[in-house]
């Protein structure tokens, strides 16, 4: 390959890889709210178990998930300063926002809804996780006002070699964002129940003494992944009204077909998710057989969101800024293969071990169970042990 396609092929890997620390993190943070919520009004052990359980899940995923965004804010100083010049004073201040949010506020009020367990007042510290809820919302939000503009270079004009910012509600109002937000949105919200369901199942189907646990954490997780997923749906046809001309086709014919494929494929594949889910409802957790169903569907979430950001990004090839500039304009000049290369696999070095071990720490809480768990722990006693009914 040469230099170009080492670089898209590097952003491609790196790219995937965070998105499936952030889809997780946007699915768990809601359900980890709504647990919470219900543990402040009810006081009941079961749900406060429910809340510290899942939230050990929610924590993990977002310590690494951090890590992996950083990953991120280097490969654009080193690959892209094309970008960056062409268009910084645009494209960067969404991104210094979603900064903003998400290394500052969000990660302030988890890391006090963490260590203010058992020390906070309790709607103190309730409204802690509902504000991590919105701060991981508000910085989804941003990240995707970036990236429609990539698609649709509303409210900025072309000035000398340079963008300008004209118009900011024109970029909070993008067209390419109206719908995409939702989307990605209900792509979270899918994924976080699907890994209530799975787990669930997994735990259910070892015969695990929490029942009422599980059987509650699983019914949850399939009302909220058909909700999500019918979000997604909904959306990602949406967005077909705000596609330009030529995105699949014209400017990428040897890529047309692959992508016909590929969104054809996912959408078939979300409808037979929908239509397996929808009739579960009312016999989960009672039959059993259901449970190995439901396991293998975990991933399907993260394979179908890889997929989405896949046709939503080479659909617009070759431009990176939408007949603005071109991805070949956009790189650093001076780049070599042999620095693209060293890079590209120090990159994913990095990044699929923080997946492995991400994946390796959920799946041991999981094995465990609801039981000696870390978080909200006092200092003056063992981790307790929730309540495994009313």
């Known amino acids: 390959m040469d230099v170009l396609d080492l670089a898209r092929t590097q952003f491609a890997v790196t790219g995937s890889l965070h998105f499936l620390f952030v889809v997780l993190t946007l699915g768990l943070a809601p359900l980890v709210a709504i647990m919470h919520t219900r543990w402040a009004l009810s006081g009941k052990p079961l749900h406060e178990g429910m809340t510290r359980f899942w939230g050990q899940i929610y924590v993990i995923n977002y310590a690494l998930g951090i890590v992996t965004g950083l990953v991120m804010e280097f490969q654009f100083g080193l690959a892209w300063s094309g970008l960056s010049h062409y268009a910084g004073d645009v494209f960067g201040a969404p991104l210094a926002m979603e900064t903003l949010v998400a290394f500052f506020l969000e990660s302030t009020f988890l890391g006090l809804w963490i260590f203010g367990w058992n020390r906070l007042p309790r709607?103190?510290?309730?409204?802690?996780i509902w504000l991590v809820t919105l701060t991981a919302y508000a910085s989804a939000f941003f990240i995707m006002v970036a990236n429609s503009f990539l698609q649709n270079p509303a409210g900025a004009v072309v000035?000398?070699?340079?963008?300008?910012?004209?118009?900011?509600?024109?970029?909070?109002?993008?067209?390419?964002?109206?719908?995409?937000?939702?989307?990605v949105?209900?792509?979270?919200?899918?994924?976080?129940?699907?890994?209530?369901?799975?787990?669930s199942a997994y735990r259910l189907r070892r015969r695990a003494q929490e029942v009422e646990f599980f059987s509650r954490s699983l019914r949850m997780g399939v009302v909220t992944a058909v909700i999500g997923i019918l979000l997604t749906l909904g959306f990602g046809y949406a967005q077909f009204a705000g596609v330009p001309d030529g995105k699949f086709g014209d400017?990428?014919?040897?890529?047309?077909?692959?992508?016909g494929l590929m969104i054809e494929f996912g959408q078939l594949l979300g409808l037979f998710v929908l239509f397996v889910m929808l009739p579960m409802i009312g016999i989960l957790p009672r039959a059993r057989w259901t449970h190995p169903i439901l396991i293998a569907m975990t991933p399907l979430p993260f394979v179908l969101s890889i997929l989405g950001w896949m046709a939503r990004e080479i659909g617009r090839q070759p431009w990176m800024i939408w007949e603005r500039l071109t991805v070949a304009d956009a790189?650093?000049?001076?780049?070599?293969?042999?620095?693209?290369?060293?890079?590209?696999?120090?990159?994913?070095a990095v990044l699929g071990l923080l997946a492995?071990?991400?994946y390796v720490l959920i799946a041991r809480v999981i094995r465990r169970g609801p039981h000696a768990l870390d978080l909200g722990a006092t200092t003056r006693e063992e981790p307790r042990t929730p309540a495994l009914s009313h």
Do not use: K, Y
Request: aromatic fraction near 8%.
């Open 251 to 259: 400017h990428n014919t040897a890529a047309a077909v692959p992508l």
């Open 159 to 183: 000035s000398g070699d340079r963008m300008e910012l004209t118009d900011f509600g024109a970029l909070l109002t993008n067209q390419s964002l109206v719908f995409s937000f939702p989307h």
């Open 331 to 348: 790189m650093s000049p001076g780049l070599t293969s042999g620095m693209v290369t060293t890079s590209l696999i120090g990159f994913t």
């Open 123 to 128: 709607w103190a510290h309730l409204a802690c």
């Open 356 to 358: 492995v071990v991400d």
């Open 185 to 199: 949105i209900g792509a979270g919200l899918f994924t976080g129940g699907m890994v209530l369901v799975g787990a």
